[in-house]
């Protein structure tokens, strides 16, 4: 048997068309979606990442603007530049992209950008607004799997479902939004004592952990539902995920390749939650 393949670059397609439309309708309306990245350092695969950031946001009728600084840059002064983007009133969702450089504390970073515009999800009040039930942004990467899941259709309630990884911008916030849709979730680490005995009673498994062949075939129940988040590079260089895809896609019904799984998807989300920021917005400047 094997794997129907679940096509991140397909359906971040169709969601794409989605956003340019309502993108579109803001513009009629004198609102622009506006999306601020900043980069500090000079991380190579960050720079990467922050260009096809922008590059999306240019192809689907969002403005954007970037700020690139070097690695000595201090918090202060980053601080002060995202006061500066929670004042802007065109810029409607704000990314600093991470890891922070080490003598800038990326936690208070991240509290500091207004939770309005927190398009990435990682403000405390958006966490808290995920854990409570009451998602505002969910956190793309996790919010992009769900995306997957139900394109697929894949059945979630009373699902068991394993997540591996309990990071606050992967691992935690995809189990809070499996748990949202009914699944029952088992949350997995590097302390976990039997991580495939979990995995093999799983019918859906998400695998973010960063460690390439982590998933084996052995290790996933026939018919299971594969996500890999992972992304990680093998010998020759070449992007793989978590999971050994090959011999697992015998095994699974449904599987994400890497490339072209969840990486388009998670920037896919980015441009649907910069545009809820933009509405959310928009509809508050008509409320007053
Ligand atoms: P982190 O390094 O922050 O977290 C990794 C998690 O995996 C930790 O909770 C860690 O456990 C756990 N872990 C590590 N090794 C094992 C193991 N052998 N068995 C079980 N659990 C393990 O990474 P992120 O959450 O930021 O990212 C995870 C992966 O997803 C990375 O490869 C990253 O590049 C990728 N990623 C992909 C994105 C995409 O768009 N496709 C977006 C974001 C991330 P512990 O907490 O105990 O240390």
Sequence with gaps: MTATLINGN??????????????????QQGCRPGLAVILVGDNPASAVYVRNKVKACEEHGLHSSCDRYPANFSEAELLARIEMLNRDPAIHGILVQLPLPAHIN???????????????????ANAGALLTGQPRFRPCTPYGVMIMLQAAKIPLSGAEAVVIGRSNI??????????EAGATVTLCHSKTRDLAAHTRTADIVIAAAGQRNLLTADMVKPGATVIDVGMNRDEAGKLCGDVDFEQVKEVAGHITPVPGGVGPMTITMLLVNTVEAAEQALAAVERA
Aim: proline residues 2%; hydrophobic residues 60%; glycine residues 4%.
């Design 106 to 124: 990326s936690h208070k970073v991240i509290e500091a950008i207004a939770a309005a515009k927190d398009v990435d999800g990682f403000h405390v």
């Design 170 to 179: 992967v691992g935690k916030p995809m189990a809070l939004l499996l748990l």
């Design 10 to 27: 397909a359906l971040s397609k169709i969601v794409r068309a989605d956003v340019a439309a309502r993108a579109a309708t803001l513009a």
